[in-house]
């Protein structure tokens, strides 16, 4: 089967850094998508890993190890809006994206 | 502004009665899809289509019905309502083109049965 892990909520300080991890268990794959939600808003695309290793755009970083089925989302110099839920997708042998529950991310002053 | 619109935004619906969700996308994206979006679950996809003319099913399809007369529309048809319909619906397209297939959604659609 096919499933998708990640923690339901995190809390980080402003300025901070934070990890958002993500597991995944699929029979086929082929990449790994980061998107952002605000409350009340429509996702909007992060990152995408394909292969392993790290990818960084600017103060956000994905992270994929195809070997052990994880990612995660790095996010450096938390600012309040960073406030958000971020969700963990995999694309399967189908090119269909298998979507996590999302993590609420709380950042306090 | 290229995007997606949906509609409406919000509507509260009786049990029973039919509804259709409306999504454009000005972008001339092959794919479109219909997900829902409910409390500590992930986004489950409802139907989709790969191009002009062709629909799919997907995860959580029954009693929901989708068309793609033209590239640019992907209603979404509810034809008896029920109450765990209650849901925020997104509507989100692609090029469709495998690998990087990254998904523009729209603001969204949400949905009350009584």
């Known amino acids: 089967g096919q499933n998708i892990d990640q923690p339901t909520e995190m809390t980080a300080t402003e300025g901070a850094i934070v990890q958002i991890n993500c597991t995944y268990q699929t029979s086929g794959f082929n990449g790994l998508f980061w998107y952002q939600q605000h409350a009340g808003e429509a996702p909007t695309f992060l990152s995408y890993?394909?292969l392993d290793g790290l990818e960084e755009k600017g103060r956000f970083s994905s992270f994929l190890s195809r070997s052990k089925g994880y990612s995660y989302l790095l996010l450096k110099e938390l600012q309040m809006k960073d406030s958000a839920s971020y969700l963990c997708?995999?694309?399967?042998?189908?090119?269909?994206?298998?979507w996590g529950a999302g993590t609420k991310l709380i950042i306090k002053p | 502004i290229a995007g997606i619109t949906q509609a409406p935004t919000s509507q509260i619906l009786a049990a029973g009665r039919r509804m259709t969700l409306r999504c454009t996308q000005d972008m001339r994206h092959n794919a479109m899809y219909w997900y829902r979006q409910d409390l500590g679950l992930g986004l489950r996809l409802i139907h989709y289509s790969n191009t002009a003319g062709t629909t799919g099913k997907g995860e959580v399809p029954d009693g929901y019905s989708v068309s793609r007369a033209n590239t640019d529309d992907f209603p979404l048809t509810l034809a008896s309502a029920v109450p765990s319909q209650t849901s925020v619906y997104f509507c989100?397209?692609?090029?469709?083109?495998?690998?990087?297939?990254?998904?523009?959604f729209g603001a969204g659609s949400r949905l009350t049965v009584l």
């Open positions: 997708a995999h694309m399967d042998s189908n090119y269909q994206l298998i």
């Open positions: 989100a397209s692609s090029t469709g083109k495998s690998g990087a297939n990254v998904l523009t």
């Open positions: 890993n394909v």
